[in-house]
């Protein structure tokens, strides 16, 4: 069985600070893997997706990595803003039956 | 791009009612949808997958007969928390997988998620 980890579970920085969030996974046949943003009480955004043959992918100030082999991921955000405030979620789909397995999430909050 | 509609966002229900959850798949279609429950400050755990024109699979644990799945067309899949209790108080998420469309890569798309509180 799957089991993602996301670690830290919360981060707290001031605002300007690169932000690191990390993502790792026991199960290496992925299709894909996926980082995705939560606001209270709302749905998930799609952040980046980077396909299992894929070894980075890059949106504006997001930048995530992936090492399938060691079974990792890092999400990196530049110069971080009040409003990346949220609960970021790694998600990895598996190649068998292409269901998510996710982590529990780092909570991130950028003060100003 | 692929944009999946949730509703309603919240609702409140008194115990032993019903209440139906809609997911649609606006600009896509959707052979497969999936349906998740989120408690408080936890992430998201599969409850089952809804498939078009056939009966939804249910991970361990779900209950069937609790929770029904309708996936009656291509762009709609419903769920159906029947005979409610306080227990089943949650954040219900949808999504649909977007891989429908030719070269299109196949990603999740999520609804906004529905509050059922029930009293």
């Known amino acids: 069985k799957q089991e993602v980890t996301q670690i830290p579970a919360a981060l707290s920085v001031p605002e300007g600070e690169n932000l690191v969030l990390n993502c790792s996974f026991t199960?290496?046949?992925?299709?894909?893997l996926q980082w995705f943003r939560q606001d209270p009480g709302k749905g998930l955004t799609s952040l980046l997706l980077?396909?299992?043959?894929?070894r980075e992918q890059t949106s504006g100030r997001l930048n995530a990595s992936l090492d399938k082999s060691s079974g990792r991921s890092t999400l990196y955000i530049a110069a971080s803003q009040p409003g990346d405030s949220a609960t970021y979620l790694c998600?990895?789909?598996?190649?068998?039956?292409?269901?998510?397995?996710f982590g529990a999430g780092t909570t991130v909050t950028v003060r100003a | 791009g692929a944009v999946v509609s949730q509703h309603p966002s919240w609702v409140i229900c008194k115990s032993g009612t019903s209440v139906k959850i809609e997911c649609r798949s606006l600009?896509?279609?959707?052979?497969?949808m999936f349906w998740y429950r989120q408690f408080p400050k936890q992430s998201l755990m599969l409850m089952a997958t809804?498939?078009?024109?056939?009966?939804?699979?249910?991970e361990q644990g779900v209950e069937k007969d609790k929770f029904l799945i309708n996936h009656a067309s291509l762009t709609l899949s419903t769920l159906t928390v029947t005979s409610a209790h306080p227990e089943d108080s949650s954040f219900y998420i949808c999504?649909?997988?977007?891989?429908?469309?030719?070269?299109?890569?196949?990603?999740?798309?999520f609804g906004s998620g529905t509050r059922l509180t029930v009293v």
């Open positions: 809804s498939n078009e024109g056939s009966k939804a699979t249910y």
């Open positions: 980077i396909q299992s043959s894929q």
């Open positions: 998600a990895v789909q598996a190649l068998a039956d292409y269901k998510l397995s």
């Open positions: 600009d896509f279609q959707a052979t497969t």
């Open positions: 999504s649909a997988r977007d891989g429908d469309r030719a070269g299109k890569t196949y990603g999740y798309t």
């Open positions: 199960d290496s046949a992925i299709y894909n």
